[in-house]
């Protein structure tokens, strides 16, 4: 595995790849590597010839008050995950190759970008557009892995990559878990012990509310409602949100009808450690009343 510093070496050696007519596939990722983040590389393997690697922790991601200079960094560890996974190039360059003195462009995707993460991180968006476009340029993949992990951010990069014009092929990969649910995540190294026993509360809760729904639950709010009360069973949560949306468009209608996809999402404080969340739920066509509801509207 080769390490990467600079953008013009990283466009060369895609370039060179491409010239032989191999397919590039990338990893976006900001490093403190867990089994989520492997099981990327792994997807990105079934799809590229070549498998590149980011890992860069983005400043302009992360707003004032938010952890950047917390945030979990070990090098050498990443770098022998990476390597062990299959990964052929490791893209690591320095916040000042990335961003240089007088760097100037900001990007807005307006729509999808303000609703749950963006209510509360108003900016977080803005960062993670320049930054994929970014990587993407330097990177000039034909494949690029996401996570579910980060279900808004699936979207907001479709929006970028339809709207720029990338012609790179998007991949969401599922959420790998630990044992009791809770989703791998960097910032769980900052749970403590109690914490971290009671952070499988989220998964249940996501639980809860998907067997609800898959045994005919339609109210959005009694949906919500579900998982509000399952976090509020643990006193050190304090919720962000916890509510069921549209699953392409993030809307919250008041009922989901029948052959809806919905997303279940989840955004909680536990203790210090902000945690995020999120489920995937096919309404069932197979409920009587609604069954009834759609002849009605014939
Ligand atoms: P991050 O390093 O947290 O920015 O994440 C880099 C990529 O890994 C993103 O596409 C995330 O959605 C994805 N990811 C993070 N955690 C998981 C997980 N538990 N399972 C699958 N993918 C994940």
Redesign the pocket.
């Known amino acids: 595995m080769k390490i990467i510093k600079n953008i013009a070496d990283m466009q060369k050696i895609s370039n060179s790849h491409r010239a032989k007519g191999e397919t590039i596939a990338v990893v ?4 403190y590597l ?1 089994y ?2 492997l ?2 590389v792994k997807h990105a393997k079934d799809f590229g010839n070549v498998v590149i690697m980011t890992l860069f922790v983005n400043p302009t991601q992360f707003g004032p008050n938010e952890d950047f200079n917390r945030y979990p960094r070990d090098f050498e560890r990443d770098r022998a995950l990476a390597e062990e996974a299959g990964v052929d190039y490791l893209f690591n360059p320095e916040v000042y190759e990335m961003y240089a003195h007088d760097f100037s462009t900001t990007l807005n995707i307006s729509g999808i970008t303000q609703k749950f993460e963006g209510e509360f991180r108003p900016t977080h968006f803005d960062g993670v557009a320049l930054i994929v476009t970014k990587l993407f340029n330097a990177t000039l993949p034909d494949f690029a892995i ?5 279900y808004q ?1 699936t979207l907001v990069i479709k929006q970028l990559t339809r709207d720029l014009n990338y012609h790179v092929k998007l991949i969401v ?5 630990e044992a009791d649910g809770l ?4 910032r769980n190294k900052f749970l403590n012990s109690e914490e971290r026993e009671v952070s499988s509360i989220i998964f249940l809760a996501l639980e809860d509310a998907r067997k609800a729904i898959e045994s005919g639950t339609r109210d959005r709010k009694v949906i919500n409602g579900i998982m509000h009360n399952r976090l509020r069973s643990v006193q050190a949560i304090r919720i962000d949100y916890a509510s069921a949306a549209d699953a392409n468009t993030l809307e919250q209608p008041n009922i989901f009808y029948a052959g809806d996809r919905v997303v279940l999402l989840i955004a909680v404080y536990l203790g210090k450690t902000r945690l995020i969340d999120n489920s995937l739920v096919s309404v069932p066509t197979t409920n009587r009343f609604i069954n009834f509801g759609e002849e009605s509207k014939k």
């Open positions: 976006p990722t900001m490093g867990h989520g983040h099981s990327l996401f996570g579910q992990k980060d951010q990969a599922p959420t790998v878990r989703a791998m995540s960097s």
